[in-house]
């Protein structure tokens, strides 16, 4: 399901067809869910906001519209089954999607994220593109969208400023005087789009152009606001005057403070990555900005050998920052058709590895997980046709983050860190050695192997010591707190709470590198959440737990220990299947939990068949950090709710 309303309301299904969502008010009952960002809206509140007199009947019409809107997004609900998207929530409603799946947030998202970084701009250009016309713009005569629509409006502006002043830092210019002379005509009263335009003349060469501009500015500030410019348009104007460099961005990338090309600076971005914390975030953004500057240069070959150059070992099925591998991989995509079928096979494959890495497969629709699955399976053939032992440890590494089709697949994961691990060892390849090690670290833990999981962390940060690997024993003491965690329902083990403080520490070491959001949010309540599990009580219920992206699976069992079974049966009916990661046998064994308890014997069959191929692993165990106990326990519980309700 996608909705958009930057323009008329309007509604398409996962195929792409439209969906008819009736008459005008029901549009605007679900434009007006679509503002509230997630939120319950009362159901007070829509009466008031659909009609300026409500009717007698306004709460039954109000009514009525929900449920052809329910009829519309969701046609193949089955009767009596509680809706998934537009749900009744306490005394309203609420619209539960993703929020890449409504135009206006994934552009409020990638103005947020260009604000913070100019990596983003690709997000940001095909944010602004979407708009089609007014937001909202076919729901006439309410506040509330008149409100909305003036404060996106006044967002939409400062993104085309926004992208505008990105791409003159990054050297940008005579491309932008019609569009920056355009937004000025419209919007005469933002000085900021003042300076924009006079900067991008003085980029084209334009000075005595950009001068006038600065001029007009402030003549038309002082006449019809009598004020003066502001302290930027006279810095600017003076700038100008003087040829001050400031005015000329450097044409390469800059890293650590030195000036450096494309090439030299992926090499230098691939050497930072290994550091981890800043050094990685550091390492990130050059390795894109020299992606863009290579591109820039028209240069295919070029283009190929700095993208595939970054080979870095990538273990999380999670992306830190998808928007920038959505640009990499973007990247990658163009310039492999450039290069076509019958470009140089090393260069092909180091593209098809980089398109499977950056694909990380917990943030994929299925049709980008095909294309990359696909994208891995070339590379690594490519790569073992060439015989280049660099190239297919690289390769195997995309194959590695695609092993996740299905649960129970550890033994064949662990093949794959076997196979890196021979290659990097007999080809001294050391930042793959410990890709090998971590790998099979993982799945020695999702097999329930922990002296086996310990002796491959123990290895692996000790060479960790010589590549300088600084996040390895940050992951290697998340398998210690997990080896704690199961050894606490032993007789003679740990306590619990000696496991969850081994967990914390693991956390707040964790924390400090801040540079890892895909892998650190929700970890540590998922880890608890565990804990609690594996010692037969409830989950646990502190507001101040972050369940980042695994809340769907893990509300259910929070809102049971709550005692508030009906939202729990609610929050169980809208989880979706679990993303096919790391994760996804804890998840389903979640679900299970949470079936089991409530009795819902559809639910916990489907569970069944899941895990039916990992009945001999450890859920939670494939992330090597934390565990739930033994799946077979869940599938146990899951087979006996199907057979018995």
Not at 168 to 183: I, K
Not at 490 to 505: D, I, K, L, Q, S
Not at 536 to 559: E, H
Request: net charge negative; hydrophobic share 45%; glycine share 8%.
């Amino acid at each position: 399901m996608r909705i958009d309303v930057l323009g008329a309301v309007r509604a398409f299904d996962d195929e792409g067809a439209a969906v008819d969502l009736g008459g005008p008010r029901h549009r605007e009952v679900l434009a007006r869910l679509v503002a509230a960002g997630g939120r319950m809206v009362a159901t007070d509140t829509l009466v008031d906001d659909l009609w300026a007199e409500p009717p007698v009947r306004a709460v039954g019409a109000l009514r009525t519209f929900v449920a052809a809107l329910r009829r519309a997004i969701e046609p193949g609900r089955p009767p009596r089954t509680p809706p998934r998207v537009l749900v009744t929530e306490g005394p309203g409603y609420a619209l539960r999607l993703p929020r890449d799946s409504v135009d206006v947030h994934r552009f409020e998202d990638a103005l947020a994220r260009a604000r913070r970084t100019p990596d983003a701009l690709t997000d940001l250009d095909a944010a602004l593109a979407a708009w089609r016309g007014p937001a909202y713009a076919d729901v006439t005569g309410s506040a509330w969208a008149e409100r909305e629509r003036t404060r996106l409006e006044e967002l939409r502006l400062e993104g085309v400023e926004l992208r505008a002043r990105l791409l003159l830092d990054a050297g940008s210019g005579a491309e932008l005087v019609a569009e920056l002379g355009a937004h000025v005509t419209e919007h005469p009263w933002r000085e900021p789009a003042w300076g924009l335009l006079a900067r991008a003349l003085h980029r084209a060469g334009r000075q005595a152009d950009a001068l006038a501009t600065l001029r007009r500015a402030r003549t038309m500030l002082a006449d019809q606001l009598g004020l003066d410019p502001g302290a930027d348009l006279r810095r600017l104007e003076t700038d100008i005057l003087r040829g001050a460099t400031t005015l000329h961005p450097p044409r390469t990338v800059w890293t650590a403070g030195v000036r450096l090309g494309p090439r030299t600076t992926t090499e230098l971005a691939r050497t930072l990555a290994l550091a981890g914390g800043d050094a990685l975030i550091h390492s990130r953004r050059d390795r894109l900005a020299a992606v863009e500057a290579a591109e820039r240069t028209g240069d295919v070959t070029l283009t190929a050998r700095v993208i595939g150059a970054y080979d870095v070992p990538a273990l999380w099925t999670r992306a830190d920052d998808p928007a920038q591998s959505r640009a990499v991989v973007a990247a990658a995509e163009r310039t492999l058709t450039a290069l076509g079928t019958d470009g140089p096979a090393e260069l092909r494959a180091r593209l098809l590895a980089t398109v499977a890495i950056e694909s990380r497969s917990a943030d994929l629709s299925v049709d980008e997980r095909r294309r990359a699955e696909q994208a891995a399976r070339e590379g690594e053939a490519l790569a073992r046709e060439l015989g280049d032992p660099a190239l297919l440890v690289f390769a195997l590494n995309g194959v590695f983050l695609h092993s996740f089709a299905r649960p129970g697949l550890a033994t064949a994961r662990d093949a794959i860190g076997s196979e890196i691990l021979d290659l990097a060892t007999r080809h001294e390849l050391p930042g793959f050695a410990v890709l090998g090690r971590l790998i099979r670290m993982q799945s020695a833990s999702a097999l329930g192997d922990l002296d086996a999981a310990t002796a491959h962390a123990e290895a692996a940060e000790q060479l960790a010591v010589s590549t300088e690997a600084l996040l390895v024993p940050v992951l290697t003491s998340w398998l210690r707190a997990r080896a704690t965690a199961a050894r606490s329902t032993e007789p003679g083990g740990p306590t619990a709470a000696t496991a969850a403080a081994h967990y914390r520490a693991a956390e707040d070491a964790l924390a400090e590198t801040a540079a890892m959001p895909g892998l650190h949010r929700g970890l540590f309540a998922l880890a608890l959440l565990g804990l609690r599990l594996l010692h037969d009580r409830p989950a646990p219920t502190d507001p101040a737990l972050d369940w980042g992206p695994y809340r769907p699976w893990t509300q259910p069992l929070v809102l049971l220990a709550r005692k508030r079974d009906e939202e729990a049966r609610t929050a169980l009916a809208m989880a979706p299947e679990p993303p096919l990661d790391h994760m996804q046998e804890a998840l389903w064994c979640l679900t299970t939990h949470a079936a089991a308890g409530l009795g819902e014997r559809r639910i916990a069959a489907r569970a069944a068949t899941a895990l039916h191929a990992a009945r001999t692993e450890h859920a939670g165990g494939a992330s090597g950090m934390l565990t739930l106990g033994p799946v077979a326990r869940y599938l146990a519980e899951a087979e006996a709710c199907a057979d018995t309700h």
